[in-house]
């Protein structure tokens, strides 16, 4: 099976702009989350998303919004970008969304805000 | 609120000899607890997880993890180091009350020395 899959790989956007991500989960897996890594912050988490539905959310503001679509691909979305935003957004998929799921993660996403 | 923490920023290890990456953690009700590896520009691979059962956990390239319900700790260990296995190493928890969000320590970084 091939695995998560994000695009794009690297992104360069300047303040004041938006941007969108893209995630396809292992096919089969309906459940995707997003997280942020950062150097100072580590591993936050953003959101998470099953069969459509956001299922839960990190304290983010709510400039950072997602989504997810019937084949289960997601997406996410950054508008008005700050220099903070700059980071490595990770996707992650599992096929349900219970406690006992593991995530696997894909190469993820390197946003650079100028 | 659950929490982990990884009280080592950094473990150097030799290659040949024994390795343990500390975790320890906070949770509400029983708890999930998985570990994660993370290689230079990629996503973070799976190597282990703790669901209930046995307390020593097997995973992959021959890394195992002991829960330790009384000291609240899940430690990663390995017997022997490899080079290779030098790279940035996350312990995370969910719960099975509330929202099962994942929470992931601050990670480790390995360093094993030839």
């Known amino acids: 099976k091939a695995g998560v899959t994000q695009t794009p790989r690297y992104l360069i956007k300047t303040r004041g702009q938006q941007v969108t991500l893209s995630c396809s989960p292992i096919s089969g897996h309906r459940s995707v989350s997003w997280y942020q890594q950062t150097p100072g912050q580590g591993l936050q988490f953003l959101f998470e998303?099953?069969?459509?539905?956001?299922?839960n959310k990190g304290n983010f503001p709510g400039r950072f919004s997602g989504r997810q679509f019937s084949n289960s691909r997601s997406e996410m979305n950054v508008s008005t970008l700050e220099l903070g935003d700059s980071a490595l957004y990770l996707c992650a998929s599992s096929p349900l969304a219970g406690a006992q799921e593991t995530q696997y993660f894909g190469p993820g996403t390197r946003l650079l805000v100028l | 609120a659950q929490s982990v923490a990884q009280p080592e920023d950094q473990v150097n290890v030799a290659e040949g000899n024994p390795l343990t990456v500390k975790c320890t953690y906070s949770v509400s009700g029983n708890p999930y607890l998985f570990w994660y590896v993370q290689y230079p520009n990629r996503g973070l691979q799976f190597l282990l997880k703790?669901?209930?059962?046995?307390?020593l956990v097997k995973g992959s390239y021959g890394f195992e993890a002991e829960f330790n319900k009384s000291q609240t700790s899940f430690h990663l260990k390995k017997p022997s180091a490899l080079v290779s296995d030098s790279a940035l190493y996350f312990c995370a928890v969910r719960d099975e009350s509330g929202t099962y969000k994942y929470i992931f320590g601050t990670g480790t970084r390995l360093k094993v020395l030839a």
């Open positions: 998303y099953f069969s459509e539905t956001q299922r």
């Open positions: 703790y669901i209930t059962g046995d307390n």
